[in-house]
């Protein structure tokens, strides 16, 4: 078994020193999604030959998943193109010719009710009831009026009162219930209805943050989140398009998929030497390959000459292989850094980064897609919105298991059936879609017609002939949809996620203990035999960085926000490397 060497001459800049033995970097990103492509794409075009993708499972995309049936094309995961004004996503899809405009206007009043510019949302209540055009209206005047004002806390800096509870939810509720109430013009029997919408609202508000609960989102935080100015926009052929033409620019011996990595070992200071017993890839590795992947003259990826050169960071992944890194982008979600973060890093993170992890939110958002043979709906609806009635006192979104379906906010209607057919789109959010996901498809479909044939009235509305539902939840490769801000954190929790390690201000008391070594497994005949002892006087700068939509902080939860923070974290080894590539090394 090899031994780690300390450098003897630890008073040369460490990264200079690895840079003249090896010419190139090695950067190992762990997830395809937006975020991982978007890296390596950047690294790639400005010159990193030795650069590796890693991806869990048996696709790219990550949560952009595109599923077609027929002639149409459903969207499991991201939808829209939020933003069109300085979106990279919207000017990577208008520039190919994908585009098709679903809102008017700059900012969609609906803001989840996007398949059609065209026709109204058909409220309806439990007792199989049209809630009137007018009241609708007022009452959505009313809501927006004061979800503009959750805004404000934070754009304004305006404090928040503890009655607030520093909840959107809580906020929102009682502001909107207290004007309800103290309206003179409105009978009781309106104010009950409007009083009961206002549940029905929080519901869509918690699918659009992947929240449980409303009750649970930030309040002095919310107006950080930016809207890009500009209509909202689908892609007919599919979200996934926008991935493809991402991973057209690399090259296929890049990515690695079904991959999943176990441990990312980082700050093993004089790192780890290579000798040829530990030659941690095999024979089949495509990263040796120069292929199309190299620039010019420059050496074949992965070919390292120094026996004994050392490498600060140590990726283990399942199946037990182990590859040397000198950089590592991990771009997985936030639902997995909370299962797994305690396992996934050796050393342990810094205690700030694992308080930002706790402290951040993020929930299941699911759809339902609902295929029927023929439309029960009128031409003018562009969704059914459920309204019950008897939640009007609720200060609550949480149901009991088996009341999970009291979750579905509403269907949508896809839009226009001569590309979807009579498709219904459902949402489902928090602990609830959880419950949904473990049920099979038949009793879902079979709940959901119910509800359908109860808000609707018509007792004669058959099942539909097909179901397609996603489960981002319970799916461990991402443990949930996307980021928020929840209540007890605030942006600067997402700049914590997204901080390099080492933290070079104050690397030996924030890294946490460096005497932690690669596990005993690791040792096995089965795995390449190394011994990880630190050295403390070379410490490498950015072993680990972090990507994903939790990671930046205007745009977290959106696809915009996954490839900028790709984008971000490639930039930030492309100007460390700046002058190794200028000089044409």
């Given at each position: 078994?090899?031994?780690?060497?300390?450098?003897?001459?630890?008073?040369?800049?460490?990264?200079?020193?690895?840079?003249?033995?090896?010419?190139?970097?090695?950067?190992?990103?762990?997830?395809?999604?937006?975020?991982?492509?978007?890296?390596?794409?950047?690294?790639?075009?400005?010159?990193?030959?030795?650069?590796?993708?890693?991806?869990?499972?048996?696709?790219?995309?990550?949560?952009?998943?595109?599923?077609?049936?027929?002639?149409?094309?459903?969207?499991?995961?991201?939808?829209?193109?939020?933003?069109?004004?300085?979106?990279?996503?919207?000017?990577?899809?208008?520039?190919?010719?994908?585009?098709?405009?679903?809102?008017?206007?700059?900012?969609?009043?609906?803001?989840?009710?996007?398949?059609?510019?065209?026709?109204?949302?058909?409220?309806?209540?439990?007792?199989?009831?049209?809630?009137?055009?007018?009241?609708?209206?007022?009452?959505?005047?009313?809501?927006?009026?004061?979800?503009?004002?959750?805004?404000?806390?934070?754009?304004?800096?305006?404090?928040?009162?503890?009655?607030?509870?520093?909840?959107?939810?809580?906020?929102?509720?009682?502001?909107?219930?207290?004007?309800?109430?103290?309206?003179?013009?409105?009978?009781?029997?309106?104010?009950?209805?409007?009083?009961?919408?206002?549940?029905?609202?929080?519901?869509?508000?918690?699918?659009?943050?992947?929240?449980?609960?409303?009750?649970?989102?930030?309040?002095?935080?919310?107006?950080?989140?930016?809207?890009?100015?500009?209509?909202?926009?689908?892609?007919?052929?599919?979200?996934?398009?926008?991935?493809?033409?991402?991973?057209?620019?690399?090259?296929?011996?890049?990515?690695?998929?079904?991959?999943?990595?176990?441990?990312?070992?980082?700050?093993?200071?004089?790192?780890?030497?290579?000798?040829?017993?530990?030659?941690p890839r095999g024979?089949?590795?495509?990263?040796?390959?120069?292929?199309?992947?190299?620039?010019?003259?420059?050496?074949?990826?992965?070919?390292?000459?120094?026996?004994?050169?050392?490498?600060?960071?140590?990726?283990?992944?399942?199946?037990?292989?182990?590859?040397?890194?000198?950089?590592?982008?991990?771009?997985?979600?936030?639902?997995?850094?909370?299962?797994?973060?305690?396992?996934?890093?050796?050393?342990?993170?810094?205690?700030?980064?694992?308080?930002?992890?706790?402290?951040?939110?993020?929930?299941?958002?699911?759809k339902i897609f609902?295929?029927?043979?023929?439309?029960?709906?009128?031409?003018?609806?562009?969704?059914?919105?459920?309204?019950?009635?008897?939640?009007?006192?609720?200060?609550?979104?949480?149901?009991?298991?088996?009341?999970?379906?009291?979750?579905?906010?509403?269907?949508d209607v896809l839009?226009?059936?001569?590309?979807?057919?009579?498709?219904?789109?459902?949402?489902?959010?928090?602990?609830?879609?959880?419950?949904?996901?473990?049920?099979?498809?038949?009793?879902?479909?079979?709940?959901?017609?119910?509800?359908?044939?109860?808000?609707?009235?018509?007792?004669?509305?058959?099942?539909?002939?097909?179901?397609?539902?996603?489960?981002?939840?319970?799916?461990?490769?991402?443990?949930?949809?996307?980021?928020?801000?929840?209540?007890?954190?605030?942006?600067?929790?997402?700049?914590?996620?997204?901080?390099?390690?080492?933290?070079?201000?104050?690397?030996?008391?924030?890294?946490?203990?460096?005497?932690?070594?690669?596990?005993?497994?690791?040792?096995?005949?089965?795995?390449?035999?190394?011994?990880?002892?630190?050295?403390?006087?070379?410490?490498?700068?950015?072993?680990?960085?972090?990507?994903?939509?939790?990671?930046?902080?205007?745009?977290?939860?959106?696809?915009?926000?996954?490839?900028?923070?790709?984008?971000?974290?490639?930039?930030?080894?492309?100007?460390?490397?700046?002058?190794?590539?200028?000089?044409?090394?």
């Amino acid at each position: 078994m090899q031994s780690c060497e300390s450098s003897g001459d630890s008073a040369d800049d460490p990264l200079s020193r690895g840079l003249r033995r090896r010419g190139q970097p090695r950067v190992v990103v762990i997830g395809a999604g937006l975020a991982g492509l978007a890296a390596a794409k950047a690294l790639l075009e400005q010159g990193f030959t030795d650069v590796t993708v890693l991806e869990a499972s048996s696709r790219i995309g990550g949560r952009v998943q595109s599923v077609k049936l027929g002639h149409a094309t459903f969207e499991l995961g991201a939808t829209w193109i939020h933003g069109s004004h300085g979106n990279p996503i919207y000017h990577l899809a208008e520039a190919n010719g994908l585009l098709e405009e679903t809102t008017d206007g700059e900012r969609s009043v609906g803001r989840i009710s996007l398949y059609s510019k065209n026709g109204v949302a058909c409220y309806l209540t439990n007792r199989g009831c049209r809630v009137p055009k007018d009241v609708v209206e007022e009452f959505s005047d009313l809501y927006n009026e004061v979800y503009n004002l959750t805004q404000e806390f934070f754009r304004h800096g305006k404090p928040v009162n503890a009655e607030s509870q520093n909840s959107v939810g809580v906020f929102t509720r009682e502001e909107v219930r207290n004007r309800i109430r103290n309206d003179p013009d409105d009978p009781e029997a309106t104010k009950r209805l409007k009083l009961a919408m206002i549940q029905q609202y929080l519901k869509v508000e918690s699918c659009e943050s992947s929240s449980h609960s409303m009750d649970e989102v930030s309040l002095s935080a919310f107006g950080e989140w930016t809207e890009i100015p500009g209509a909202h926009h689908i892609i007919p052929s599919g979200f996934m398009r926008v991935v493809e033409l991402l991973a057209e620019g690399i090259p296929a011996h890049v990515i690695q998929l079904g991959k999943p990595v176990r441990c990312v070992h980082w700050d093993q200071a004089s790192g780890c030497p290579r000798g040829p017993e530990i030659e941690p890839r095999g024979e089949g590795d495509h990263n040796h390959d120069a292929g199309e992947g190299s620039q010019g003259g420059e050496e074949p990826r992965g070919d390292r000459q120094d026996e004994d050169e050392q490498w600060p960071v140590v990726v283990e992944c399942e199946d037990c292989e182990v590859i040397p890194a000198d950089h590592v982008i991990v771009t997985v979600s936030l639902g997995v850094l909370k299962r797994q973060y305690t396992s996934f890093f050796r050393p342990s993170l810094p205690a700030e980064k694992v308080a930002a992890i706790h402290r951040l939110g993020i929930g299941t958002t699911d759809k339902i897609f609902l295929e029927f043979e023929e439309p029960f709906w009128g031409p003018e609806c562009n969704s059914l919105q459920f309204v019950w009635e008897d939640e009007a006192e609720s200060r609550t979104l949480t149901y009991p298991p088996e009341l999970w379906y009291r979750k579905i906010c509403g269907f949508d209607v896809l839009y226009p059936p001569e590309r979807y057919g009579h498709v219904l789109s459902g949402w489902i959010c928090g602990e609830e879609a959880l419950v949904m996901e473990k049920c099979d498809d038949e009793a879902v479909a079979e709940i959901c017609t119910e509800m359908l044939r109860q808000f609707t009235g018509n007792p004669n509305i058959p099942k539909p002939r097909r179901i397609l539902r996603s489960a981002w939840g319970s799916n461990p490769y991402f443990r949930g949809s996307y980021s928020y801000t929840q209540v007890g954190s605030s942006g600067a929790d997402v700049e914590k996620l997204a901080k390099p390690l080492p933290y070079t201000e104050s690397s030996k008391t924030a890294q946490g203990s460096s005497s932690e070594q690669l596990p005993g497994h690791l040792l096995s005949s089965k795995c390449p035999e190394q011994s990880l002892e630190p050295n403390r006087g070379s410490i490498k700068p950015m072993q680990v960085l972090f990507s994903g939509e939790a990671t930046h902080r205007k745009y977290y939860s959106t696809t915009h926000g996954a490839l900028l923070s790709g984008q971000r974290e490639a930039a930030r080894l492309i100007e460390m490397y700046r002058d190794l590539f200028q000089q044409g090394t």
